[in-house]
């Protein structure tokens, strides 16, 4: 049994090896000469994460990896060394992928070309990882129980080719290395991998691939449970988590993850004969496709939702990507990305081939690839012809819509111009609230973009994941609320294209639409809004510096986290249709746009981050405040700034002595180009608001807490409640708690008990040096959410929570702030140690109860831990886990509360 191919195959790419692709495999054994050559390096640690680890220090770049260096890391930018233990512990990371990689590598080569240099490094690195493994931890880690890293997908991602790696060499000779890796390997980290489902995940697409070759290798039927577990859960994913054009839910970067991940399992079920549906075998097939249809003019991915900001398409893994999918069928979008690869526009340079790090991405700057730059993948499984072919020309769409992503496209002169709306799926866990959001680029220029996302533990990851930081409305100072938007017209007509789209559901009582009409030498754009009631309408625009209007000194403040960072802000004020332009330049290239509102408005101007690892850069805000309303603005990309004359009704564009003149109403917008024919965006009647196509499970509502005065209830917390997370209820000791609500006259007095323990508390004003989560949550403490009943908030009285952490020397309790939630009013908190451990003791006035939802969260704390064990929830309908979760509660969480 071999799982990538059979003895068949084996065969034929032995012969490719040795012919058509020999000057690859030439290339790929060079790679492994000085890896071979080193003494084998096996960390005893397992991988760390942290704020600090792996970006500079002094501008936050990711630092260089290089894979003999465990204590020295060089920043790429700025050129500083770093080292100590944050910086070599995130060094094991990529490392540990890296090596396992180099297993594959090394025995893929062996088996093609007979090289025993090869297959004696392989199996020294499977004995040196069946001698360690078990001895890699499974605690401290952010996502998901692992034991080599800190999170399961990456522990399944290294479980993969490790599987491969031994498998390979079993299938051609080495009669010991399968039975040593089963045992003390493959058997346990399956069994640790398959504890931990993450649904719809990116991540657990990789779970379930890893469980796939881990099954298989370990000779498991077809039918054995954990096999089809997770064939199952690849088929979810494929149904409700990836579009039929291929497209994953998760945004452009978590589409090439998903995508490599999905390879790797239809490989290996096809190779097992399993079948898969059809619908996941198509929208596999598209998914190779996706990213070179989205592509900006300068072949660079968008950055949109957690996507890193600018990667190149001309990097090896999307060569490889090219390959693999040409090698299950022609495709003209891959083969004209392949060629642009292979294009000699670019000088030749450093690949990061020999330091890739598994399936982890890790960008590289473009350089000039060719087929002798490609992986291991595509030597096994990539085209005879090791020449690029010339691929015949290939017009660029001037619209383009990738509907299960909700991202229309407009391109412009031969594809050099890119304006697009992304209105549709929110994204997930790695969704932004920028429903509606709009970019432009002009060649290498981005105008108008998103800045995707820096480090994940960095505090600046609220920045990118604010509506603040993306060019889409926000209502009353909020983000936007998870959701959906929906198209409502985008056609194209003559030179004109329309994109036209609705989020109602980004705020309660607000419907939202933006209209974008592309001419050929500019564009208009339309944000219109409507409600019962007055609201304050902001539209962020990351462009251009201002111009019109007095400036004075201002303060740009609301409750979306990405207010927190802007600052030096400017404020100038406008009339009804009175203009304001702002104007931008990059070298030779230029851009311009003209902004005006049906009603007084004012153009604010501040100070904000950048892209990931750069400086602060200037953004402007349209700020409306009305019960509805109109902002237009009409763009250019050269330095010919039109005249422009704002109506009601209509909208006239002048320059470089022509006229576009658009008449404007609810029906159609018509497009009268002075001395042509007019065109005519008829408007169809609004449409409902879209589905989440990816929504949570749904949970049966809490029962409500009954309250008499004066009579306290009791509840105990033990294993149902309990979210671990690594150690489960039961290894973890049994560890329980109690919580008691005593209502009086005046308050609701909350006592929480926490039983077998000291209690390890958080001194106060410590620094959490592992991630952007308050210190706080990795001790006991308690976690208090209260959302106040309706007739409260007819009031003003807004949702209100605290972390509320023992300080050990003394009887106080320190009530810190959560993110989103207002400060919680408490009448007293106190705390204690009682004969078994601690209790800590808070009221809140009564007034602020009734029929309003209360929601508990017990933090459970071990001495010598970086991060939490656990926490008991208040009305859990079972055991759950506590990864990344910090001090946020859903609100299926929070329970009733009635006084009786």
Same mark, same amino acid.
């Given at each position: ?105 090394? /025995? ?5 070309? %007979? ?9 020294? !690195? ?43 060499? #079993? ?54 449970? !954990? ?22 839910? #998760? ?11 999905? =390879? ?17 075998? /198509? ?9 070179? !249809? ?30 693999? %999918? ?49 992986? =291991? ?25 990738? #509907? ?53 533990? @960095? ?49 309660? #009582?607000?419907?939202? $639409? ?16 409507? *409600? ?14 201002? @111009?019109?209007?007095?400036? !004075? ?19 100038? $004020?406008?009339?009804? =249709? ?26 604010? *101007? ?30 250019? =990309? ?89 150690? $489960? ?147 859990? /309908? ?13 609100? *299926? ?8």
């Amino acid at each position: 049994m071999t799982l990538l191919l059979s003895r068949e195959g084996w065969a034929q790419r032995r012969a490719i090896a040795a012919n058509e692709l020999a000057p690859l495999a030439a290339s790929l054994r060079r790679d492994l000469d000085h890896v071979i050559a080193q003494p084998l390096f096996i960390p005893s640690g397992k991988a760390l994460y942290s704020r600090v680890g792996g970006y500079c220090e002094t501008d936050k770049t990711e630092l260089v990896f290089n894979p003999f260096s465990p204590h020295a890391h060089t920043c790429p930018m700025c050129g500083r060394v770093h080292t100590g233990p944050w910086h070599d512990g995130y060094w094991r990371y990529p490392y540990q992928l890296w090596l396992a990689e180099r297993a594959v590598h090394a /025995s893929v080569l062996s088996a093609l070309t %007979g090289d025993q240099a090869c297959a004696a490094f392989a199996r020294d !690195v499977l004995l040196g990882y069946a001698n360690a493994y078990l001895g890699f931890p499974s605690r401290d880690n952010v996502l998901g129980p692992a034991r080599v890293f800190f999170s399961t997908y990456l522990d399944s991602l290294w479980l993969l080719h490790v599987c491969i790696a031994a498998d390979t060499l #079993e299938a051609h000779g080495d009669a010991t290395i399968g039975s040593v890796v089963r045992d003390k390997i493959v058997r346990p980290a399956a069994a640790l991998i398959a504890q931990y489902d993450e649904g719809l995940s990116n991540r657990q697409v990789w779970n379930a691939t890893a469980l796939i070759a881990a099954q298989r290798f370990l000779g498991a039927p077809a039918s054995d449970p !954990v096999m089809t577990n997770a064939v199952a859960s690849l088929e979810t994913i494929a149904e409700k988590a990836i579009g039929a054009d291929g497209a994953s839910f #998760e945004g452009d970067n978590y589409h090439q993850f998903v995508h490599r991940g999905l =390879w790797y399992a239809v490989t290996l079920l096809d190779r097992a004969g399993i079948r898969i549906s059809e619908r996941f075998r /198509s929208r596999y097939l598209a998914g190779f496709a996706t990213p070179f !249809v989205v592509a900006f003019p300068d072949f660079t991915l968008p950055a949109r939702k957690d996507s890193k900001f600018r990667s190149s398409l001309r990097q090896v893994r999307f060569a490889d990507w090219c390959e693999l %999918g040409l090698a299950i069928q022609p495709d003209a979008v891959l083969e004209h990305a392949r060629s642009a690869m292979y294009a000699d526009d670019l000088p030749p340079g450093d690949t990061g081939r020999a330091r890739t790090s598994g399936e982890a991405e890790r960008n590289m700057p473009a350089v000039r690839l060719s087929p002798t730059d490609l992986g =291991w993948k595509a030597l096994l499984f990539a085209r005879r012809e090791s020449r690029p072919a010339v691929a015949p020309q290939r017009s660029v769409p001037s619209l383009f819509t990738l #509907e299960s992503q909700g991202l229309s496209i407009v391109r412009r002169n031969g594809g050099d111009i890119y304006i697009a709306m992304d209105y549709g799926a929110s994204g997930g866990g790695h969704g932004h609230p920028d429903r509606l959001n709009l970019l432009f680029a002009a060649g290498n220029t981005r105008w108008l973009d998103d800045l995707g996302t820096g480090s994940y533990a @960095e505090r600046s990851l609220f920045w990118y994941r604010s509506t603040l930081a993306h060019n889409a409305p926000l209502v009353d100072g909020h983000t936007q609320q998870a959701d959906s938007g929906t198209p409502w017209t985008i056609a194209e007509q003559g030179a004109f294209a329309m994109l036209r789209a609705t989020a109602d559901t980004i705020a309660d #009582e607000v419907r939202v $639409s933006r209209t974008v009409v592309v001419a050929d030498d500019h564009f208009v754009d339309e944000v219109r809004w409507e *409600s019962d009631r007055a609201h304050r309408l902001e539209l962020p625009v990351h462009f251009g510096i201002a @111009e019109g209007g007095p400036e !004075v000194e201002a303060t740009l403040d609301g409750h979306d986290a990405g207010f927190a960072f802007a600052h030096n802000a400017t404020l100038r $004020s406008f009339a009804a =249709w009175q203009a304001s332009r702002l104007t931008g330049s990059d070298g030779d290239r230029h851009a311009t746009a003209t902004i005006s509102a049906n009603t007084a408005w004012e153009l604010i *101007s501040a100070d904000g981050p950048g892209q990931p690892s750069s400086t602060s850069a200037r953004f402007n805000v349209v700020r409306v405040n009305a019960s509805s309303g109109t902002i237009r603005s009409v763009w250019t =990309w050269d330095a010919n700034a039109p005249n422009v004359r704002f109506t009601d009704d209509a909208l006239e564009v002048a320059r470089a002595g022509r006229t576009v003149r658009y008449n404007i109403d609810e029906r159609a917008w018509t497009i009268a180009p002075v001395g042509s024919d007019a065109v005519t965006f008829v408007v169809p009647p609004r449409p409902a608001p879209a589905e989440d196509p990816t929504p949570e499970p749904s949970q049966p509502p809490p029962q409500a807490i009954r309250l008499r005065r004066g009579v306290p209830d009791r509840y105990r917390l033990g294993e149902q409640e309990y979210r671990r997370s690594d150690e $489960s209820w039961t290894e973890a000791g049994c560890p329980t708690a109690e919580v008691s609500l005593t209502a009086s006259a005046t308050d609701l007095t909350i006592a929480v008990a926490v039983h077998g323990t000291d209690g390890v508390f958080v001194p106060p004003d410590t620094e959490n040096p592992y991630d952007n989560e308050q210190a706080g949550i990795n001790g006991h403490g308690v976690q208090l959410y209260l959302d106040p009943s309706p007739e409260l908030h007819e009031l003003g009285v807004e949702a209100q929570a605290a972390l509320l952490v023992p300080n050990a020397t003394s009887a106080e309790v320190r009530a810190l702030n959560i993110a989103g939630w207002s400060p919680l009013d408490l009448s007293a908190k106190t705390w204690g140690r009682t004969t078994d451990g601690f209790v800590i003791t808070v009221a809140i006035p009564i007034a602020l109860i009734d029929g309003s939802r209360l929601g508990i969260l017990v933090n459970d704390a071990a001495p010598g831990r970086q991060r939490r064990r656990g926490q008991w929830l208040l009305g859990a /309908s079972g055991p759950d886990w506590a990864y990344l979760r910090g001090d946020r509660i859903s609100g *299926s969480s929070l329970i009733p509360v009635e006084i009786v």
